[in-house]
């Protein structure tokens, strides 16, 4: 194994706790808990260096409920580790102990930086003889991975409390935490950093944003087949360290310093009233397949955290691989789901964190061979009383199910429904008017029922994962070439259009519909009922030149161009005066789903739906691109008093004359947003709205969308 595995040196050590697992700082020394079943020995390794050899190995001798615990008498932090562990390497039987591997703890808080399968050191199996079971590997890594830091919990939070935002007050923006301020032009000192990101929070702030949802931060494994082409894992969706943020993201000032420097950043989010939501994977782990590497999981208790296949393919040597990324995590194992537990609730209580989007959430909820809402871990989630008042979002789908609108009354959801009707009516497909109403109006087809609101909707039009919303209307087809996957990768099914030539061009008349379709787009998203997402970069048209699958991309095609916001200023100045439209005229963040009934005794339904001569719409006429209704403000009480809203939605090639309702209470129509006209006069300021003349229509362009507001001579200006 490379080294001696005995109890030696002269360190103090003596029997410890079980509980908590992980490496715990307490008076006097460190903790050392690690949970496995079925392991015959632990030894836990200690080093002063990330890439030295080991100063001190430590045979653990207690065991309490399969932990092996220890305490070491005099360690403080900034301590490395790491284990190793024998017992059975039968892979045929889902055993896959090999000492020769350092292990990462599963509970590590920090770790020293990447893990990179130099010479294959890292892996489980020969990939040249992927159908034979081989011997254990014996070429020793203990010098070249990375180790584990303990951690001291303690930091100056200086009376840090969480902005605890409503979701029907909920702004959130979807953002890569390097790419964010990776690019030269960001200006900021530490770019790509934890630090970095502060240094943007004025740009969130000026938004209108109040929380970000980061794209995964904890500790990943990059891929060797990316590593082989020159690319790597940007998007980060293969964790390995579930408590330790990404070591990449911090400025390496001293072991461990990502855990601060994370904190301070949730810190100073908080204090500009935004919140932090991460994106967190818990459905499978770095290690991949069979053929993947040992860092952590497969050689701590393989059986224990993955769910394994048995006959007729061999029990226990191949993974159930509902995620499509080689494996999936044993979430129905009580103390697997303790482990994801554990997890959550430390990212809350000791990183402050407000909530977590869960990538391919179907996942946890896969019981008995299908999906249940009553699955385990969504019933301990319910009943914690840390995470059960923390925000948590859904993906709801995975390699093989899709389960919008089906998730637990806690949870709500990434609306792919919204995504994919808003979408195509946005392009001018036709047949999208019925739909479309369920979608402006909350999902309640999706939501009611389970006693959810309309914002359990999280609306999206872009993600991470697919075109920005500059590509959208840029791109027919995807343009993905620079992953060297042949353009194979990424989905095909954009719902996108060039407006008439494929990718950048000079085209006046392209380019000013392109700005016309994204400010339609902006419409749709912010005014719809439901929670908004908007994709960081959209708001000054960020481009990835045609590539919705920008998962390796760690340049400048992912990072964030800060010289298009001057560029595109008409777009991000339509944004922000969106957000706070919305947040001025609250009928627009009602927390009931609209039912088209008069709940406020005035006559006038919350509701009401039209066509272009004020009948009803056609719901289902397969030709339809055009919709529009009114909102009665007055059912969402205000400082603003008595108003109506009416929306025009004209996604037709045509121009659409459009009757307009009488309105009572010597209220008149004003015009403010018309995203056909130029900038300055397509979102007109409060108070300076224009009078609809004639009062009774308003001729909508191609391709437009109209908001009027109805409001009386003395309506406040507050």
Not at 341 to 363: C, I, K, N, P, T
Not at 556 to 583: C, H, M, P, S, Y
Request: hydrophobic letters at 35%; proline letters at 5%.
């Amino acid at each position: 194994m490379g080294y001696e595995l005995t109890h030696n040196t002269g360190l103090n050590v003596s029997k410890g706790r079980y509980y908590p697992l992980g490496a715990t700082l307490c008076e006097g020394g460190v903790n050392f808990a690690i949970y496995s079943q079925h392991a015959a020995e632990v030894f836990l390794l200690l080093f002063d260096a990330p890439a030295g050899e080991p100063t001190d190995i430590i045979r653990l001798e207690e065991r309490t409920k399969y932990i092996w615990h220890v305490f070491v008498h005099g360690l403080g932090a900034g301590q490395l580790y790491g284990y190793k562990i024998r017992g059975d390497f039968h892979p045929s039987q889902g055993m896959r102990f090999n000492e020769q591997k350092l292990l990462l703890d599963p509970y590590a808080k920090a770790v020293t930086g990447k893990f990179r399968n130099t010479d294959n050191l890292l892996l489980a199996y020969d990939p040249h003889f992927p159908d034979k079971d081989l011997s254990m590997d014996t070429r020793d890594n203990t010098r070249i991975v990375p180790k584990a830091v303990v951690v001291d919990d303690a930091f100056d939070w200086q009376g840090d409390v969480h902005p605890d935002v409503p979701f029907e007050e909920l702004f959130i923006y979807e953002v890569h935490l390097k790419g964010f301020t990776a690019h030269h032009s960001s200006g900021v000192k530490n770019r790509g950093t934890y630090p970095g990101f502060i240094e943007k929070i004025p740009h969130l702030k000026e938004l209108g944003i109040n929380a970000v949802e980061f794209l995964p931060v904890q500790e990943f494994y990059v891929e060797d087949h990316l590593i082989e082409k020159g690319l790597t894992n940007y998007w980060g969706y293969n964790t390995i360290g579930f408590f330790a943020p990404e070591s990449s993201y911090c400025t390496h000032r001293s072991p461990g310093c990502q855990v601060d420097e994370f904190k301070t950043l949730v810190r100073e989010l908080h204090k500009a009233g935004i919140e932090v939501i991460l994106d967190v994977v818990y459905n499978h782990t770095g290690e991949g397949s069979e053929l993947g590497p040992t860092i952590c999981f497969r050689g701590v208790d393989n059986p224990t955290y993955y769910l394994l296949e048995g006959p007729p393919s061999g029990p226990g040597r191949f993974y159930v691989n509902y995620t499509g990324c080689g494996n999936s995590i044993n979430i129905s194992n009580s103390h697997v789901i303790r482990f994801v537990m554990d997890s959550l609730r430390y990212w809350v209580e000791q990183m402050h964190v407000d909530g977590f989007r869960f990538d391919l959430a179907s996942v946890l909820g896969r019981e008995d061979g299908g999906f249940r809402t009553s699955a385990a871990f969504f019933d301990a989630v319910s009943q914690d009383p840390v995470l059960n008042r923390v925000k948590l979002i859904a993906e709801p789908w995975d390699l093989g199910t899709y389960q919008v609108g089906n998730f637990p009354i806690d949870w709500s959801e990434w609306n792919g429904r919204f995504r994919d009707t808003v979408r195509r009516f946005g392009k001018g497909d036709g047949g999208q008017i019925r739909d479309l109403g369920w979608r402006l109006t909350g999902s309640a087809d999706l939501y009611r029922d389970d006693g959810r609101s309309a914002y359990n909707s999280i609306n999206f039009i872009t993600c991470h994962d697919g075109f920005t919303l500059r590509d959208l209307v840029s791109y027919n087809v995807k343009h993905n070439e620079g992953n060297l996957e042949g353009n194979a990768d990424g989905t095909s099914d954009n719902n996108s259009w060039n407006c008439g030539h494929e990718g950048e061009t000079d085209d006046a008349g392209i380019l000013r519909l392109r700005r016309q379709l994204i400010k339609n787009f902006i419409c749709y998203l912010i005014f719809s009922s439901g929670t908004p997402m908007v994709l960081g970069g959209d708001e000054f048209m960020r481009t990835q030149g045609g590539n919705n699958n920008a998962y390796c991309q760690d340049n400048e095609t992912a990072w964030f161009d800060w010289g298009l916001v001057q560029e595109n200023a008409d777009i991000l100045g339509f944004f922000k005066k969106a957000i706070a439209f919305t947040r001025r005229y609250t009928i627009l963040q009602r927390r009931k789903f609209f039912s088209g009934a008069d709940s406020d005794g005035d006559a006038l339904p919350d509701i009401l739906w039209f066509g272009n001569d004020l009948g009803k719409p056609s719901w289902d006429d397969p030709e339809l691109c055009a919709l529009s209704y009114q909102l009665d403000g007055s059912e969402a009480p205000s400082d603003l008093g008595d108003y109506q809203l009416f929306f025009i939605l004209n996604a037709d090639f045509r121009p659409q004359h459009v009757k307009v309702p009488k309105l009572e209470g010597g209220k008149i129509w004003h015009r403010v947003i018309d995203t056909s006209l130029e900038n300055g006069e397509d979102f007109l300021d409060p108070g300076k709205e224009e009078l609809l003349d004639p009062p009774d229509q308003y001729p909508a362009n191609p391709r437009s969308t109209v908001v009027l507001l109805g409001k009386s001579r003395a309506f406040s200006r507050a």
